[in-house]
């Protein structure tokens, strides 16, 4: 592997499962100090110590939490190179917007959208400070493209965190912090299977756009991430990386 992130610090939310754990993984295969953060303690625990990282239990809707979060992290390794802004929900309950309740709506937009704007902002005072940072926030295809098959709440999120990041890339390009959007095709993670295990029409109809003819493995985010995260992409700010199986592009899907 290469060593692209030797001595770099990456904080990843939602580092204790799926694309959050696999990148964790990657980070670290590649060098990073990697700071676990998950409000499921015992996954986040077990995700830190499988890295030889540090965990902080961290709800990431809580300002406070949030920015302790990132100070601990300067404090235990001295900076912040690297916020992988990840975690988020899509649970049942947040679905056609004549069925969708006003308290799954603010859950959603709170885990998936507030978060990122938490995490952005006490990632960035750092990153600022040293002159130098990549922010790395989880989008999704869904804020690219329209799906029958509604979420309503997070759809929104994600066309929320696509245009903040959008919005900081341009804002902080000049003092070498660099922000991106990450937007995944669907994945085959815990959120996935828990939300189309419920519904297996739903996962069909979902399937039959994909070129790739597959859900995508964490460990093909977590790669995505990795070069985010590294100079390799130091041309790169302000943008929506999709890594989708080719949906985004896709009009008639290969048989
Ligand atoms: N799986 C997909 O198909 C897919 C596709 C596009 C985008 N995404 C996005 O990727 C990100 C990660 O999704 P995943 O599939 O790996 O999900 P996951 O459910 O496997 O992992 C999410 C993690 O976030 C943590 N989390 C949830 N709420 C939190 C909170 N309030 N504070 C701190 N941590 C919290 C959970 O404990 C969990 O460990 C999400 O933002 C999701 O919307 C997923």
């Known amino acids: 592997m290469v060593e692209r992130l030797q001595d770099r610090v990456a904080v990843i939310t939602g580092g204790g499962s799926g694309i959050g754990l696999a990148s964790a993984r990657r980070l670290a295969a590649e ?37 302790a979060l990132f100070q601990t992290t300067v404090d235990t390794y001295g900076a912040v190179d690297v916020a992988f802004n990840n975690a988020g929900i899509s649970p049942p309950d947040d679905d056609s917007i004549l069925t969708t309740g006003i308290e799954a709506w603010r859950r959603v937009q709170e885990v998936n959208l507030t978060s990122v704007y938490l995490c952005s902002k006490h990632a960035i005072g750092h990153m600022v400070e040293r002159g130098r940072g990549s922010v790395i926030n989880t989008a999704s295809f869904v804020a690219t493209m329209g799906a029958a098959t509604s979420q309503i709440s997070y759809t929104a ?70 070069f985010l995260a590294s100079d390799d992409s130091s041309f790169m700010t302000a943008s929506n990386f999709l890594v989708d199986g080719g949906i985004s592009g896709a009009y008639v899907t290969p048989l």
């Open 31 to 67: 060098g990073a100090k990697v700071v676990v953060a998950d409000v499921d303690a015992e996954a986040g625990k077990a995700a830190a110590e499988s890295v030889g990282g540090l965990f902080v239990q961290v709800d990431v809707t809580d300002e406070e939490q949030v920015r």
């Open 157 to 226: 999120s994600k066309g929320g965190v696509l245009a903040m990041t959008r919005e900081l890339g341009v804002q902080f390009a000049r003092q070498g912090v660099r922000v991106n959007a990450l937007s995944p095709g669907p994945v085959n993670t815990p959120l996935l299977r828990e939300l189309f295990a419920k519904d297996p029409e739903r996962a069909a109809r979902r399937l039959v756009h994909v070129p790739l003819g597959r859900f995508a493995e964490p460990e093909e985010i977590a790669a995505a991430v990795a």
